[in-house]
């Protein structure tokens, strides 16, 4: 596509409920990175995927927190048992493989209440 | 690991001047970008810069990499331009980091 596209573009959830949230990266782009930003700060790293590879999850705040991209394109955040403290913007980059410049899609506004 | 610093962290402008951001990091990077986050959350790549000087109409980059920081100028600054400026490196294993952020507010 065009762009990076992420959807929903908004989300509440209910305390305890599990989410998903969806990231399809620009076509032909090998990375592939979620950021969580929280109000008033900037994003910060989750996870990192080349290909279908994780490989780097050091960002993931709990075991809660799993991604995957089984087939090295669309990537899926899921939360686990949401709590209010993961209510944030995550946001999706993708970047090419022989550039490092990274495009963003609009992002996803989780709200857990 | 790396640290990513930016300064000012707020800064207010009357429409048509000119101002100077700053970004610096504690390790060397293989790159280095400038982003704009505009009101609405989405972020803009304005220069992938990990060193020399890049411009782009009235915005310019320039990072000097063996002294570990880049400067960010917008000239002749407009209402449009108000947002966040977010500096982010790259790591050698591709890892991206932000740093905090420069909220910029440009008054007519």
């Known amino acids: 596509g065009a762009g990076v596209s992420q959807s929903p573009r908004y989300k509440v959830a209910k305390r305890g409920q599990d989410v998903a949230l969806r990231c399809d990266p620009i076509s032909g782009h090998v990375s592939l990175f979620w950021y969580q930003q929280a109000l008033g700060q900037g994003p910060e790293f989750l996870t990192y995927?080349?290909?279908?590879?994780?490989?780097?999850k050091s960002g993931l705040p709990s075991d809660r927190f799993f991604a995957e991209r089984p087939e090295g394109s669309v990537s899926t955040l899921k939360i686990q048992r949401t709590q209010q403290e993961d209510s944030a913007v995550y946001l999706c980059?993708?970047?090419?493989?022989?550039?490092?410049?990274?495009?963003f899609g609009q992002g996803t506004r989780l709200t857990v209440v | 690991g790396i640290q990513v610093e930016q300064s000012p962290p707020d800064l207010i402008l009357q429409e048509g001047a000119n101002s100077t951001l700053r970004c610096n990091f504690s390790d060397s990077v293989n790159n280095l970008q400038w982003f704009h986050q505009n009101p609405w959350g989405q972020l803009i790549n304005l220069f992938y810069?990990?060193?020399g000087t890049k411009q782009n109409g009235r915005l310019s980059a320039t990072t000097v990499a063996t002294e570990r920081y880049s400067l960010l100028y917008i000239s002749s600054s407009q209402t449009t331009d108000s947002g966040v400026y977010f500096c982010a490196v790259t790591t050698s294993y591709d890892k991206v980091i932000f740093g905090p952020g420069t909220s910029l507010s440009v008054i007519p």
């Open positions: 810069i990990p060193s």
């Open positions: 980059a993708s970047t090419q493989t022989d550039s490092q410049r990274a495009f």
């Open positions: 995927f080349q290909n279908e590879a994780q490989l780097d």
